[in-house]
């Protein structure tokens, strides 16, 4: 039942109409309209003359903005205070965004909990959980967790009274899909919902200059009503990312209003909570495998070198077409450097099955990744380890003409990868300019049956 304070707008062509329904009048789009708040009218001016009432206000030249330096509350956990840019600051809303099960709960807890213990007043309120069972989360975290007061609601309304009344500094919201707002229709979770939860929420956390971390679900496909429509309404957005399966997750900024947007956090869940991995590359070449199949992707993970292993593995198929399956990079940059490896290199993986995998759960997504992903399959087809006593390392973006291309940071990247002495590196350049020649300097000359 539509009420006189919500309209429904349509996702597609943004007709309104005061009812719901199936398909949208507007551009014949089926399960497109979504329900919003009706804005008010603006008031005085639209008739007649278009002349507004309002005023005049004087613009303020920028040096002459008094602009107030607050000193940033600090999480204590390094990683997510580097990627925030220095820590959380007063009165900021922070978005965190991530698939169910990644450790957002357990991330933000363990935040709130340190807070706490350095004395600053905090509050984490979820709609997900019972109180018991954030409880038994926080018996497993160190420091001081269980000092954190809590609040089960999912009630909008209540949710906001009691933010104003304990006013707290930093507030935990978990999850703005579980939320509701009694005054729209919407089921928790609707586009229409999580965008008046959050807008409602921002004006609290202004008003009462409380940092508030708005945890948000994705899907696997970054589909879900929720964190995409509120990127614009937060101040910063962060992403944590793995395999639920995996050990690893990274957290890196997408947008952030108070600093960069390179830095990237490494963290690894254990039995008692997340722990900040600072060695990473240590640990990947560590377990790096040595076989036929493997090589060592010296990467860049926002303005971080990191080292990571990327494994191939190419084996007959009955399936038509054959499956191409990747975890941790984009399965369009594996069609593409199959591809070029078949027309430039003269290694074809024709109807066989292909997996790419990187090792640990990390994503990857940058073209950086290219060259290793060549590399690990041509040594899969050809059954060819690469690198006699150290693991090979390389970096560089494959092009459609079977060149290779350079990319941003070569020296950080170098120098990653020969403090843990890999040798050597293969990366575009004069010895290597194409993919071909870098096929032939890692894996050697092809036998004689291999057509080069
Ligand atoms: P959780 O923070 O609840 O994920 P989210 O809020 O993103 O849905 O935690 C996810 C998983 O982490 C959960 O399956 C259990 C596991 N976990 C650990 O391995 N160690 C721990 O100390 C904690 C608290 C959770
Ligand atoms: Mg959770």
């Excluded at 990312?241 to 956090?265: H, I, P, Q």
């Amino acid at each position: 039942m539509a009420r006189a304070t919500s309209v429904f707008v349509c996702s597609s062509c943004a007709a309104e109409t005061p009812r719901w329904m199936g398909q949208c009048p507007g551009c014949g789009e089926w399960n497109t309209l979504n329900e919003e708040a009706k804005v008010k009218p603006v008031a005085a001016g639209g008739r007649g003359g278009g002349a507004t009432r309002a005023a005049a206000s004087r613009p303020t030249r920028l040096s002459d903005v008094a602009a107030e330096r607050h000193a940033r509350l600090k999480t204590g956990i390094g990683e997510l205070d580097q990627v925030l840019g220095g820590g959380l600051v007063p009165g900021s809303l922070v978005l965190l965004g991530g698939s169910p099960g990644i450790g957002k709960s357990t991330l933000t807890n363990m935040a709130l909990g340190n807070l706490e213990g350095a004395g600053h007043k905090t509050l984490y309120i979820s709609g997900e959980e019972s109180a018991a069972q954030i409880r038994l989360r926080a018996e497993r975290l160190p420091g001081a967790a269980l000092q954190v007061p809590v609040l089960a609601e999912t009630d909008l309304d209540v949710v906001l009274a009691t933010m104003e009344a304990e006013a707290p500094a930093v507030c935990v919201v978990d999850s703005v899909q579980t939320l509701h707002a009694s005054d729209l229709t919407g089921a928790a979770g609707s586009v229409g919902q999580v965008r008046e939860v959050a807008d409602r929420i921002t004006r609290v956390a202004k008003q009462r200059n409380i940092a508030v971390l708005l945890v948000g679900h994705v899907t696997k496909e970054g589909a879900l009503a929720g964190p995409r429509v509120l990127e614009h309404l937060v101040d910063c957005v962060l992403q944590f990312e793995g395999e639920r399966e995996r050990t690893y997750r990274t957290l890196r900024a997408l947008k952030n209003r108070f600093g960069s947007t390179n830095d990237v956090g490494v963290f690894e869940m254990r039995s008692d909570g997340l722990v900040e991995v600072q060695d990473a590359s240590a640990r990947f070449v560590g377990e790096a495998t040595r076989a036929p199949g493997s090589v060592v992707l010296a990467a860049m993970e926002g303005s971080r070198p990191l080292l990571v292993e990327v494994q191939a593995l190419v084996s007959p198929s009955e399936l038509v077409p054959p499956r191409r399956v990747v975890n941790g990079i984009d399965r369009n940059r594996l069609a593409l450097v199959l591809a070029v490896l078949a027309r430039h290199a003269g290694i074809g993986a024709g109807t066989s099955d292909v997996f790419v995998n990187v090792a640990g759960g990390v994503r990857i997504d940058e073209p950086g990744a290219d060259l290793a992903v060549a590399l690990a399959v041509a040594s899969a087809v050809r059954g060819v380890t690469m690198g006699e006593l150290a693991p090979i390392a390389c970096f560089g973006e494959v092009g459609l003409t079977g060149e290779l291309r350079t990319v941003a940071h070569a020296d950080r990247r170098l120098a990653e990868a020969a403090k843990f002495g890999l040798k050597p590196v293969i990366a575009p350049g004069a010895e290597t300019p194409s993919l071909r020649a870098a096929v032939r300097a890692a894996l050697g000359a092809p036998p004689s049956r291999v057509a080069a």
